[in-house]
């Protein structure tokens, strides 16, 4: 036996002995600068626990460390929360100072990264705001941890939980770098680091570092030494997520940046903002039903096949106006083939497209969950084309002359067209059959070199879904779902709305009520389908403008406070406040929608809150119409939160 182990034996002895009849010690979990961990079983309420001892060579050479280390102990045993390790005892035993805390059977953060890697970018942010949750509640007793690291986050196997460990009580003991500064230098904040006082923003640096470290599994600044590690902290900026090719969400990146400022005034405001924040971003990406994210999915695939299928009718259309040409005469045969090349085109496409909302329709969706569904999709794209694929010089000199090569054919095909529907095929039949020919090939020349194109730019971008986004929630895809409604039936699914943002959901049952009414009072409450349709549109364009105002303040940190960005916290809370206006309004409808089936109201009451209702919505469309002022009140805010301190 080594004279170490020797050591390591004789301690573990000595304390299990000045613990006899109170805990007995199963094994050594672990142990660093500042104690040792032991899994112990606590004898008599008969359930496991960790016990932490504070080396006893560090007792006898620091006998002030004794008292810190028990009275920040002892505030630590104070915190209740379900993200906190609870401290069951702290206590003094023939010379040995300890505390005693639940055990918890999981794994660290930094076990987890390094066995398996660094995590998905939902169960990071996940992570980080319940880490979020657990330093709110600390600084809420007046309690900063100083020590916010990867080692003292605990991940819990059966549940998944997160918790946090050793509140306070690594500065308390004393655990230094070899610059005597209390923490560990890869997670210190500048000021830590410059040994100046911290306080609860100093954590959310440290928890910045650690979701740096959770996303990428390498730490924002390395070095060879502890004191090369600390300059950097101090000197240096961490780089951004979003430069380094990771899957992270772009919102989510952007609060780990804010955490990572230099200025403690630039990072959140404080705990509860940020994991206040990190839940609006993990809202975002909620999970949608899987027929809409089947949909989303298909769209491109078979969408892209229905489109080349109906190109494929442009020589059909050639051989067909020579056939029709041969029997019939000219100018029947330049109708023909325009007309199977137009049926090409638009029929076959548009056929497809009201096949798809058909079965979407049966499935108990509407056009309204498109949108979201494609949003989802595009997102996810554009994180996953980050990290695989990225534009390259030959990608970009291939696609300069792809681009080249459409443009000129497309000309081509533009002029044979016009010579095509010339007199030619009267003055020279012979010709005129050349030139239609010519310009069938210039055309499929300019298909292929399109679609050609389309492979290239896919390699670094989405173009496929961005077209089919735009198809589907445009007008020709409302236009698809209305034709396609018509042949549903009855036998569509009711499907919950939990995916549905409120305005959707309130829309889509006053809808309902307002379609199982007799026609007679359908014909008396006039545009009511309309109104409900203007409401909800101009709900979901302030959600989607205070999301944007509310993302600016985000990315500015603790800027947002600065008197710079008062027009835009006003702008955001009038914003918010007529969001919630107008899905009050139509709250109001379906409650009177549901009077009127039970027949508590009249028909003329409700068409007066329909007049509120277009009052509301009228006073939305002029607040929206005001987005060039909004834009003018972002400007100025958004550089200054640009500008280094």
Request: glycine residues 8%; proline residues 5%; contains cysteine.
């Amino acid at each position: 036996m080594s004279q170490g182990n020797a050591a390591l034996d004789r301690l573990f002895v000595t304390f299990q002995q000045a613990l006899a009849g109170r805990y007995s010690i199963d094994r050594e979990l672990g142990r660093g600068g500042m104690g040792i961990v032991y899994m112990a079983r606590e004898v008599h309420l008969d359930r496991v626990v960790a016990i932490k001892l504070l080396p006893p060579e560090r007792v006898v050479a620091q006998p002030q460390l004794r008292d810190r280390f028990l009275r920040e102990a002892r505030l630590a045993a104070k915190l209740s929360h379900p993200n906190i390790i609870p401290i069951h005892a702290v206590e003094e035993r023939d010379g040995f100072v300890y505390y005693v805390m639940a055990f918890v059977d999981g794994e660290t953060l930094t076990q987890r990264v390094r066995s398996r890697g660094p995590l998905p970018a939902t169960e990071a942010a996940r992570m980080l705001r319940e880490v979020a949750w657990a330093l709110s509640y600390a600084h809420g007793q007046g309690l900063v941890h100083r020590d916010v690291k990867p080692d003292n986050i605990l991940l819990e196997h059966a549940s998944g939980r997160v918790l946090v460990a050793d509140f306070g009580i690594a500065a308390a003991a004393g655990e230094a770098s070899s610059d005597g500064i209390a923490g560990t230098p890869e997670f210190m904040s500048p000021e830590q680091a410059l040994g100046a006082s911290v306080d609860a923003r100093s954590d959310l640096y440290a928890l910045g570092a650690t979701a740096f470290y959770a996303f990428s599994g390498r730490f924002p600044f390395e070095g060879g030494t502890p004191t090369e590690v600390l300059a950097k902290q101090v000197t240096e900026a961490a780089p951004p997520l979003a430069t380094m090719g990771l899957p992270v969400p772009r919102k989510i990146a952007s609060l780990v940046d804010h955490c990572l400022a230099k200025d403690p005034a630039q990072r959140p405001q404080n705990a509860q903002a940020l994991a206040e924040q990190l839940g609006v971003a993990l809202e975002k990406r909620r999970e949608l039903p899987a027929p809409l994210r089947a949909f989303a999915k298909r769209a491109r695939l078979n969408g892209s096949g229905t489109m080349l299928a109906g190109m494929a009718l442009l020589p059909a259309s050639l051989s067909v106006a020579f056939v029709v040409g041969a029997t019939v005469g000219y100018l029947p045969a330049r109708i023909a083939g325009f007309t199977t090349f137009a049926l090409g085109l638009t029929a076959v496409p548009f056929a497809y497209l009201v096949s798809s909302a058909r079965r979407i329709l049966k499935m108990g969706f509407r056009h309204e969950d498109v949108a979201p569904a494609f949003d989802a999709e595009l997102e996810q794209a554009k994180e996953e084309l980050a990290v695989e694929r990225r534009p390259t010089r030959i990608t970009a000199f291939f696609e300069r002359w792809l681009g080249r090569l459409v443009k000129s054919s497309a000309i081509v095909w533009a002029a044979l067209l016009a010579a095509v529907w010339s007199p030619l095929g009267y003055i020279a039949p012979w010709l005129a059959n050349a030139v239609g020919f010519s310009w069938g090939i210039s055309g499929t020349v300019m298909a292929v070199s399109a679609i050609a194109l389309v492979a290239f730019k896919q390699r670094h971008s989405d173009v496929d879904t961005e077209f089919w986004a735009r198809l589907w929630k445009g007008p020709i895809g409302k236009a698809a779902f209305a034709i396609a409604k018509r042949f549903v039936g009855r036998n569509a699914i009711a499907t919950a709305m939990t995916h549905r943002a409120t305005e959707l959901s309130l829309g889509m049952a006053a809808e309902q009520l307002y379609e199982q009414l007799p026609k007679e009072q359908r014909q008396n409450l006039g545009d009511l389908p309309g109104v409900l349709r203007r409401l909800q549109e101009d709900a979901q364009s302030l959600r989607k403008r205070y999301e944007e105002l509310q993302q600016t303040l985000n990315e500015a940190g603790g800027g947002s406070s600065m008197p710079a960005f008062a027009d835009v916290r006003a702008l955001r809370d009038s914003i918010h406040a007529k969001l919630g206006d107008a899905v009050a309004a139509m709250e109001t409808i379906r409650l009177n929608l549901l009077r009127l089936h039970a027949g508590s109201v009249t028909v003329e009451s409700l068409t007066t809150h329909l007049g509120l209702a277009a009052d509301v919505s009228a006073e939305v469309e002029r607040l929206i119409r005001g987005q060039d002022e909004v834009e003018r009140a972002l400007k100025f805010p958004r550089e200054s939160a640009a500008t280094p301190v």
